[in-house]
Each structure stands twice: as C-alpha cells, then as structure tokens.
C-alpha cells in the first residue's frame, strides 16, 4: 500500500479556492436558470392548450433521456461554434463558461419541471376553481394560488435536486474546464499526489452535501407540522 | 457552412480493418456489458443494504446507513476517479502491482463497473427500503405469526411484493446507469460518449457523429423502458396496486394487530 | 337572471345532465336537492363556466355562458360561489383572501379592498380573525370567510355548491344563518343542499333532481305539501327523518 502524503494540500489551496468558485457559480446559475425555466416547462405541461403540453413533455423527456456528459460535449463542441459563426465573436474561454451554464441549465431544467410539476398538481383541484371562480384568468390563478402552494410544498425536492446539481457540476471536467474537481485533479497530477488530491476533492464534496441534505431533512420535519 | 458528410461513418478507419460506424459499435457493445453488469451488482448489494435498512438490529441498520450516505454525497465523477487512480494503491502491494498490470481496458472497465455498482447500489438501497416500509405493517406481522423466521418473512413475502411496488423507481435507476455509464469515457473506458469525441477528432464532422450516439442512447432508453413495461405487466399481482396508485403503500390487506 | 335551457353534459359515454331547464328570477332563492350522483354540483358548476356543457344554453343577466366568444373571467367576476371545501387559499390570511381578488381582479386599490373587506369580515363576525391564516380557523369559520370573501366581488348573484356538507353539525347554523341573512337582504341564490330546514326558511322555490335531469321544480310550499314526483317524496322521507 502506497504511502498517502497530504502535504501538497495546503500549499493548493488557492488555487483550490479559485476552483470552487467556479464550481459555485455554476451552480447558482444553473440553480436560477433551472428552477426559473423549469416553472415555466411545469406550467405549460399542466395547459388545457395541448400543443404547449406535448412540446413541453417533449422537450422534458427528451433532455431526461440523454446523458450530462453528451449534453456538455455537444454545447462544447457545437455551440460555441454557431455562436461564433452567427455573432462572429472571438474564440475565448469566457464563451465556453456561458455556454457550459446554458448547457446545465437547460439539462437541469427538465430534472426541476417534473418536481414542480408534481407539485403544482398536488395543489387541491378546489383552488383552481375557487380561483377561477372568482374571476382570476388562468394566468393569474397559476401565479398567485398555484405556483406560490406549488413550491412550498415541493421545497424539499427542490433543494434535494440543488445538491445532485452541485454534485453534477463536477462533470464540466469531460471539457476541460477547471471546476472544484478538476483544479484538484490538474494540481494532483502536477505534484505527483493525485490520489491524496481526489481523496481530499471527495471529502469536501462528502462534507457539504451531506450537511446540505441533513439541513433539507430538517426542513421537511419543520414543514410537516 | 457546414458540410453534412453522413458516408463518413461508413469510411475505415486510419488503422484499417473498421468503419467508424464499427468503432460507434464497439462504443454501444462496451456500454451496454458495463451497464448490465454494474446493475447486476447494485441489484444484489442494494437489496442486501435496503433489507438492512429495514431490520431490528441498530448496527445493522447503520453500516447501511452509512453505505447508503458516503455513496450519495460524492459526486460520481469523483467516485470513478477513486476507483480508478486511488484504490489501486491503496490496495497491499502485490494486490495492486497485479491490478495495475491489467490491460488497460480492464482496468477501466473493472473500476467501472465497481464505481456504477456501488454508486447505484446505494440508490437501489433506498428503494428497497422504501418498498419494505411502504408495506402495511400487518404483512410482516402475519408472517411472523404464521413462524416464519424474519430472514424467511423477508424472502418469501416481503421481498417479492415490495418489488413489485418499486418496479416504477428500480426502472429509473436502470435508465439512469446506462446514462451514468457515459461518465466513465473519463476513466479511459471507450463507451459510447467516448466514441463520439473520438470521432470527432477523426472525421471533423461533430454533427453526424454526435448525432448518431444520441440516437443510440435515446433508442437504449426506449428499449429499456418496453422491457420494463413487459416485466411490470408479467408480475402484476391481481387486486394490489393497479397501476399508478401506490401512494400509501397499495391495497395489501391489514391484518389485525 | 340566470336562464338554464334545456342544458345536456357527456364525461366521456357518461351522461351527467339531460334537458336541464331552470329560471331564476332578479332575488329569488332557488334550492336545488338530490341523491348523490344526480347531477347537481354539475349543474351549478355549468352556471358559471368551470363545467362546461355540450347542449342547450344558460345565461345569466343576458351573457351567454357557453357562446364562444364569452368573456369568462369577466362573468365569473360578478357571480359569487361558495364551495363544498371552503377553498380558502392556505397560503394567504384571511385578510388576504378577501383583498386580493378585488385588487387582481375587479382593479381595486388595496385601501378600497379593506374597507370593504373589512366590513364583510364584520358583518360574518370574523373580524379578529382578519390576520390569521385559514388554517387556524375551524371548518364553520372557513366557509364564513369564504361567503365573504365572495361577497367582496359585488356579485349579481351567489351559487352555493353543498356549503354545510362538509362541516361539523354544530357548525352548520353558523353558516345557514349568514346564508339566511343574504337571503333576506334580497341577493339571487342558487342554493345545492341537505338541508331543508333552510330551504323551509328563505327558499321560494325547490328544485329536485335525479340521474341527470330536474324532476321537480316547485315553490317551497307547493314541494313539502307531498304534492311532487314520487320520487321526490321518496327522497324528502329519507333525509327528513333525521
């Protein structure tokens, strides 16, 4: 068994600190950008209008069917260069990180639909139509009735959701990007203690999300009073 | 503008002996044998833990537990690079000279399929769980009272019905390690992902290459979901849980307490 | 006011109404009864739009409520319904409950919404309750706020889906009281109900329906004298022993 040498951490730090920044923010855009057009996808769905509905279901299983990492590869190597073609905008890095959130949030998108869709269809019926009844359009019951019960009720899966994503951020690896993951691995491999350096990535990533899910099942004992 | 060159995955390789549309083959064959096998695994570990989960003993139900939290919190990213870079010297030394001394694709696709197996097997574990509890308590009671010892209880009635509710979220998990099995094209293991960077950088042509694995992993998912289907129509049991209506644990009678 | 002719409802190869007529006059008060499954609730439902229907017409104060072209939301502003399960809106106090329609939806502003939200919560005497959420009140106390809050809407007319059905019977006066008050007040209702006691009270007419179709439609004595559908007689013997 190889002697584990953990001396090469703090000195990392840093740049391991730079790293998770990157993790962070992907994961606070993804999260915003998910969640928002994830509503969005949930709401068309429920629509008595059914080409919206089928596009809608469409789009969420067709983006639940198909792999993360093919998601990112085809962003990373497609996009970016229809981008450039149609907005001839210089070839830099700075487009691959916006085209890699894009990626992430509309992956994520469809993982978040089908919890706010099931949460806006365990809102009671009655409360469509008490809305309704009173002259609300259907727009406005959705927004002021529907969605506001909708996402107390999902909150937890919700968040639940949040973590796997902040878990699934670490695959921007597959394009090179230096995330929280990947700038311990690159550091790992340049002080010849790769294996002390994923050891160490797995540990902080164990830690806050397993700290993240205990908070969540806390909140689902305070809600379910 | 791009140039649509479809022919080109009929075209052979530099090395000769294969078209590209062989190489996306191989790619197919080495995804499907890792996810199948890694299920394999997650099946018997997952039951294994989720029974655990569900026993008298404290113990017990915490080295499950403990499974179930360490494989869910790590991203499967850094679980595969675990598998793959750390064990091996972690292992005692002849252990581990022999291991790195496989050829490279089995290496990959050992760690791969230890990786998927685990990974999964710990959300199986949750389902199992869930299966067992969501039964009413007055089946495992009725058992027991007929003297049946709870490892028989467990493998002639609970198991067997708690399957059949959990059919629906085990499908998930299926359709989720074919998905997962592409983040394996990391470790070096030439999967279908794998393939279509490959490509890529052959042929220069993205579109039709990606495409092409796209269409492959979308036709996976569905043919997985109609075996599926075909299962849950086979095991169906008459009168308990028609369909979708197993919220609270399905029509299982109560037996008095 | 409201004119139901010869209305018809399919679920699919199940017939839910058939040849459905009723009038109801500028401040009648219109109680309709049934067994279960008699079409009742659909019927109502179909007044105002949250149904809809595949034959014949209704219309109410001159909108036709199945024509294409028909301004739903805008009807439904000006009818008032009170629900079986109260629907309260959980996640809103009561205050909330009754300010907000009249604010999204009538174009109020919040100041006018209160005042006279305010007076209706004094009028059902839920007043103390205005900063509390649904939740905390009791089944009668919910629907209480739940006719006021369709009150708040300046409605032409009120219809009334089994409002005491769901309560408590020592909460049911509570509510047939306000129910019996608005009646008095003059205000077009159209009432589905068990309970004869009030229909006895402030109904003018009574109207009984059975598997999808009115069968009686009588004034309130005429209909207790015995004089009805045999069917009706039956129906009026089993709910009033108790």
């Not at chain 1, 584990?4 to 990157?22: E, F, N, T």
């Not at chain 2, 999967?191 to 579109?207: C, F, G, H, K, V």
């Not at chain 3, 769901?166 to 589905?192: F, H, K, Y």
């Not at chain 3, 209909?223 to 108790?242: D, N, P, V, Y």
């Amino acid at each position: 068994m190889t002697e584990l040498d953990w001396s090469a951490i703090p000195a990392a730090l840093p740049l391991l600190g730079r790293g998770a920044r990157v993790t962070l923010e992907i994961t606070g855009a993804a999260l915003a950008g998910g969640i928002a057009l994830g509503t969005v996808l949930a709401v068309l769905r429920v629509s008595p209008a059914r080409p919206l509905s089928w596009l809608s279901a469409a789009y969420v299983n067709t983006f639940r069917t198909i792999p993360l990492v093919m998601v990112l590869l085809w962003f990373f190597l497609v996009v970016p260069d229809v981008l450039v073609r149609v907005f001839a905008l210089p070839r830099s890095a700075d487009v691959r990180f916006t085209t890699t959130v894009v990626a992430f949030v509309l992956f994520e998108a469809a993982y978040f639909a089908e919890i706010i869709r099931a949460g806006i269809q365990s809102v009671s019926r009655g409360q469509l139509s008490a809305a309704l009844a009173l002259g609300m359009r259907r727009e406005q019951a959705m927004r002021l009735i529907i969605l506001p019960q909708a996402f107390r009720n999902m909150t937890p899966l919700l968040l639940t959701q949040a973590i796997v994503l902040f878990q699934d951020t670490s695959l921007v690896f597959v394009i090179g990007l230096l995330d929280f993951f990947g700038t311990a691995d690159a550091v790992g491999r340049r002080d010849g203690r790769q294996a002390e350096l994923i050891l160490f990535a797995g540990a902080i990533y164990f830690t806050v999300s397993f700290a993240a899910s205990h908070l969540v099942k806390q909140l689902e004992r305070r809600l379910a009073t | 503008m791009y140039h649509w060159r479809w022919g080109v995955l009929l075209e052979e390789v530099p090395s000769g002996g294969a078209t590209y549309l062989d190489w996306i083959l191989s790619g197919l064959a080495t995804t499907v044998a890792a996810s199948l096998a890694a299920w394999t695994l997650a099946l018997l570990v997952g039951t294994l833990m989720g029974v655990l989960r569900t026993v008298p003993s404290r113990t017990l139900r915490a080295v499950a537990t403990a499974y179930v939290e360490l494989f869910r919190n790590v991203p499967l990213l850094v679980q595969f690079f675990v598998w793959y870079f750390v064990v091996p010297d972690l292992l005692p030394a002849a252990l581990g000279a022999r291991v790195k001394a496989l050829p490279p694709f089995t290496q990959s696709f050992l760690a791969t399929w230890l990786c998927l197996g685990f990974f999964t097997g710990a959300r199986v574990c949750e389902q199992v769980r869930a299966g067992i509890e969501s039964l009413a308590r007055g089946q495992r009671a009725a058992a027991l009272a007929l003297g049946f010892t709870l490892p028989q209880a467990y493998r002639t009635v609970l198991l067997p019905l708690s399957f059949r509710i959990i059919l629906p979220p085990l499908t998930s998990e299926l359709l989720n390690i074919f998905k997962n099995s592409a983040v394996a094209s990391t470790i070096n293991l030439l999967e279908l992902a794998a393939q279509a960077r490959q490509l890529t950088d052959y042929t220069a042509q993205p579109y039709e290459s990606f495409l092409t694995v796209t269409a492959l992993y979308v036709g996976i998912n569905l043919a997985l979901v109609a075996l599926m289907h075909l299962l849950e129509g086979r095991v169906r049991v008459p009168g308990f849980l028609h369909g979708h209506e197993e919220r609270d644990g399905g029509g299982a009678p109560e037996v008095a307490p | 006011m409201i004119s139901i002719r010869n209305v018809g409802k399919w679920y699919g190869a199940f017939r839910a109404l058939r040849g459905c007529s009723v009038e109801v006059a500028r401040g009648e008060v219109v109680v309709v009864c049934g067994p279960s499954g008699s079409g009742k609730s659909t019927l109502i439902k179909c007044v105002n739009g949250l149904e809809p229907f595949q034959e014949g017409e209704i219309v109410v104060n001159g909108v036709s409520v199945g024509a294409r072209g028909t301004d739903l939301p805008r009807l439904r502003a000006h009818v008032g319904m009170v629900f079986q399960h109260f629907e309260l809106f959980p996640h809103l106090t009561v205050r909330q409950n009754l300010t907000v329609p009249q604010v999204k939806v009538l174009g109020r502003s919040p100041e006018e919404a209160w005042e006279k939200g305010r007076a209706l919560l004094e009028r059902v005497g839920l007043l103390a309750h205005a900063g509390k959420h649904p939740g905390r009140l009791s089944g009668g106390q919910q629907q209480r706020v739940a006719i006021a809050r369709a009150l708040a809407m300046d409605p032409i007319c009120m219809l009334f889906d089994e409002p005491t059905s769901a309560l408590d019977p020592e909460m049911i006066n509570e509510v047939l009281d306000v129910m019996v008050g608005l009646a008095r007040d003059g205000m077009t209702m159209v009432v589905v109900t068990h309970e004869m006691g009030f229909a006895r009270r402030v109904a003018h007419r009574v109207v009984f329906m059975d598997e999808g179709q009115v069968v009686d439609d009588a004034a309130t004595d005429r209909f207790f004298a015995a004089s009805g559908s045999e069917r009706a007689r039956q129906f009026l013997s089993k709910i009033l022993t108790h």
